[in-house]
Each structure stands twice: as structure tokens, then as C-alpha cells.
């Protein structure tokens, strides 16, 4: 991808101006469109802040013009944390980045499939949908590769979505609800499948990592609880239990249960 910049003159109520537009532009020289909207919303915003003391008789245009540069610039700002917020989502922000959020609050799942490659799902919500990644290491090149995947119901109890990887391959993950464990209770399992094949003997498990079991009714418990029907204190791992310990026993217990000589 290759960034540029130019000047370009535009005329407007009768005054010439000079833009300093930017372009973007992929390998083959195509360019980049600009996602439309984002001036025109800066620019509503602008007169909703300079309404109040235009309405008041403000006439002062150098505040009126700090207002809107000022006004301008927070909505620009608010442009760029999101995308930097969706860049973490879906895992290509920067190390730096990620190291200094912490981990982003998440389901996750790791599978092994039968060629010994493992599969990492990470699932967050969002507007109602869990959406995510699905990421493996090529074998061959050692490098990681990540498909972006976006669950819908499949009419059949279960959510799926499609991970499809640069290279053509596309695999097919299903979360479902599990049979009843020790206990009674269901969790979520996670199937990864290539065509009609499981590519995996046994199925994996969606848990909550470690940022997400700190967030109360965090909202893709509730995506899960509404779609399969989980309990989403299912989705945090299980505590580690304690060990097995023998009772203590008296000094006198311990002799008389000695080997005798």
C-alpha cells in the first residue's frame, strides 16, 4: 500500500481555498476510496456547538472559528479510537499496542486438528452478533494466518460462521451447547469444519479469558445465553481445586500403625 498527498484548489462563496487532500492506494495503483460522511458530520457538529452563541449574537469569528477547529478536531479524534479500537478487536493493532491495553476481554477457544496445527477462536459482541477471528500457523511458512468469522443461527440450535483465509481455504465454525456435564450443567462446544469434515477428534471449549471474567454480565454471556440457551457462568473456567491430602494423624496413631520389627 502506498500514501500520498497533494494540493488541490477549490473555490467556495466566491473565495479561492487550497485542500491538502491525502490518497491511499493498493499495490496495483488502485486507489483507495475515502469513506464518505465524515466531513459532513464534523460539520454538523460544528454548527450545533457554534449555534448557542451565534443565537446569542456572537459575531466574534476568530472564537467562532477556535470552536470549530476545536469541535473539527474531537470528532477526528473519536474517528481514529475507533478504528483503533476495531484494529485490537480483530487482533492486527500493533504489539505495543495490545501489550499496553492488556489482553482484549474475549471468548476464546484453542483446537488441535488431526495434522497437529492448532486453531485459536477469539469472539467478542458486537450490536447483538459475536463476531471475531479465527487463527492458525501455516505450517509450511511458520507465519500466522487470521480469518475474520461473524456468527449467525443456523436454524438448528447452533451459531456458525464462515473463515475464509486469503489463500482460498474456507473453514466452517460451529459453537452449540454441549451435553450435560458432571453436574448437570451445559457449556458451549466449538466445532471447526472443512467442507462436511471435522477437522478435530474431539470438540473445543468457549471460555471467557481472563479481561472478559472481569466484566459482570458482560455482554456476549448474554449473546450466548439468548442463542444456546448457556448459563454464562459456564463460560468461566473451572477454579483449580485443591489437592487431595491424607487427614493428619496423631504421633501415637502413626506408631501403632508402624511396621513391627
Same mark, same amino acid.
Given at each position: 500500500?502506498?500514501?500520498?498527498?497533494?494540493?488541490?484548489?477549490?473555490?467556495?462563496?466566491?473565495?479561492?481555498?487550497?485542500?491538502?487532500?491525502?490518497?491511499?492506494?493498493?499495490?496495483? +495503483?488502485?486507489?483507495?476510496?475515502?469513506?464518505?460522511?465524515?466531513?459532513?458530520?464534523?460539520?454538523? !457538529?460544528?454548527?450545533?456547538?457554534?449555534?448557542?452563541?451565534?443565537?446569542?449574537?456572537?459575531?466574534?469569528?476568530?472564537?467562532?472559528?477556535?470552536?470549530?477547529?476545536?469541535?473539527?478536531?474531537?470528532?477526528?479524534?473519536?474517528?481514529?479510537?475507533?478504528?483503533?479500537?476495531?484494529? @485490537?478487536?480483530?487482533?492486527?493493532?500493533?504489539?505495543?499496542?495490545?501489550?499496553?491495553?492488556?489482553?482484549?476481554?474475549?471468548?476464546?477457544?484453542?483446537?488441535? &486438528?488431526?495434522?497437529?496445527?492448532?486453531?485459536?477462536?477469539?469472539?467478542?459482541?458486537? &450490536?447483538?452478533?459475536?463476531?471475531?477471528?479465527?487463527?492458525?500457523?501455516?505450517?509450511?511458512?511458520?507465519?500466522?494466518?487470521?480469518?475474520?468469522?461473524?456468527?449467525?443461527?443456523?436454524?438448528?440450535?447452533?451459531?456458525?460462521?464462515?473463515?475464509?483465509? &486469503?489463500?482460498?481455504?474456507?473453514?466452517?465454525?460451529?459453537?452449540?451447547?454441549?451435553?450435560?456435564?458432571?453436574?448437570?450443567?451445559?457449556? @458451549?462446544? @466449538?466445532? @471447526?469444519?472443512?467442507?462436511?469434515?471435522?477437522?478435530?477428534?474431539?470438540?473445543?471449549?468457549? !471460555?471467557?479469558?481472563?479481561?472478559?471474567?472481569?466484566?459482570?454480565?458482560?455482554?456476549? +454471556?448474554?449473546?450466548?445465553?439468548?442463542?444456546? +440457551?448457556?448459563?454464562?457462568?459456564?463460560?468461566?473456567?473451572?477454579?483449580?481445586?485443591?489437592?487431595?491430602?491424607?487427614?493428619?494423624?496423631?504421633?501415637?496413631?502413626?506408631?501403632?500403625?508402624?511396621?513391627?520389627?
Amino acid at each position: 500500500m502506498s500514501i500520498g498527498a497533494f494540493a488541490k484548489q477549490t473555490e467556495r462563496d466566491g473565495r479561492a481555498f487550497v485542500d491538502h487532500v491525502a490518497t491511499m492506494k493498493e499495490p496495483d +495503483g488502485q486507489e483507495i476510496p475515502a469513506t464518505p460522511g465524515h466531513f459532513e458530520k464534523a460539520r454538523e !457538529r460544528v454548527e450545533a456547538a457554534q449555534k448557542p452563541l451565534l443565537d446569542a449574537g456572537m459575531k466574534d469569528r476568530k472564537i467562532l472559528n477556535q470552536i470549530a477547529a476545536s469541535t473539527r478536531e474531537g470528532y477526528f479524534a473519536e474517528v481514529a479510537a475507533g478504528l483503533s479500537e476495531r484494529m @485490537v478487536e480483530q487482533g492486527i493493532a500493533p504489539q505495543a499496542v495490545a501489550n499496553e491495553r492488556g489482553a482484549f476481554p474475549a471468548l476464546e477457544s484453542g483446537i488441535r &486438528d488431526q495434522d497437529g496445527v492448532w486453531h485459536n477462536l477469539s469472539v467478542y459482541e458486537k &450490536d447483538g452478533q459475536l463476531m471475531g477471528t479465527l487463527q492458525r500457523r501455516d505450517v509450511g511458512t511458520g507465519h500466522y494466518e487470521k480469518a475474520p468469522v461473524v456468527f449467525a443461527p443456523d436454524g438448528k440450535g447452533a451459531l456458525v460462521a464462515e473463515a475464509a483465509y &486469503d489463500g482460498g481455504e474456507k473453514l466452517t465454525v460451529s459453537l452449540s451447547r454441549s451435553e450435560p456435564t458432571q453436574g448437570g450443567h451445559e457449556k @458451549v462446544d @466449538v466445532r @471447526v469444519l472443512s467442507g462436511d469434515r471435522q477437522i478435530h477428534e474431539h470438540p473445543g471449549r468457549l !471460555r471467557a479469558n481472563e479481561a472478559l471474567q472481569h466484566i459482570p454480565d458482560h455482554r456476549e +454471556g448474554k449473546v450466548i445465553e439468548q442463542a444456546l +440457551g448457556v448459563d454464562p457462568k459456564m463460560l468461566n473456567p473451572l477454579p483449580p481445586r485443591d489437592p487431595i491430602r491424607a487427614p493428619m494423624q496423631s504421633p501415637d496413631k502413626r506408631h501403632a500403625q508402624g511396621v513391627q520389627l
